[in-house]
């Protein structure tokens, strides 16, 4: 699977962004796909997943309420709309393939995005 990521940007906080991942190759073969981000000296943690059929979500904590995960099976591409966005939202962000495990870990996941940076200004 090679995933593809964009729509990273400087924005200001409170403001919103919609990141997009395309995937290519055996898609059909990844049930889940994943959003990861990692800042500056930070490891890469989970940020939200969702089964290709949309039936199925997950969000870390922190972003419950904010982003918001979907895909659309017929372009191959896996949305993360993130609303009132906050400095400490600022990272590189990555769209990942699953391949089993628990879907919160990134080591669950063996194909990833080129990442997206996102800059929230105070």
């Known amino acids: 699977v090679q995933l593809q990521a964009s729509g990273g940007g400087l924005v200001q906080a409170g403001g919103s962004l919609r990141l997009s991942c395309v995937a290519s190759?055996?898609?059909?073969?990844?049930?889940?796909m994943g959003w990861f981000r990692q800042a500056p000296g930070s490891e890469r943690k989970f940020v939200a997943a969702?089964?290709?059929?949309?039936?199925?979500?997950a969000y870390a904590d922190s972003m419950k309420g904010r982003f918001t995960i979907s895909s659309d099976i017929a372009k191959n591409t896996v949305y993360l709309q993130m609303n009132g966005l906050k400095p400490e939202d600022t990272a590189s962000y990555y769209c990942?393939?699953?391949?089993?495990?628990?879907?919160?870990?990134?080591?669950?996941?063996?194909?990833w995005g080129q990442g997206t940076k996102v800059t929230v200004s105070s």
């Open positions: 969702i089964s290709w059929s949309g039936g199925s979500t």
């Open positions: 190759g055996r898609t059909f073969s990844r049930y889940y």
């Open positions: 990942a393939a699953y391949v089993s495990g628990s879907i919160y870990h990134s080591f669950s996941y063996d194909s």
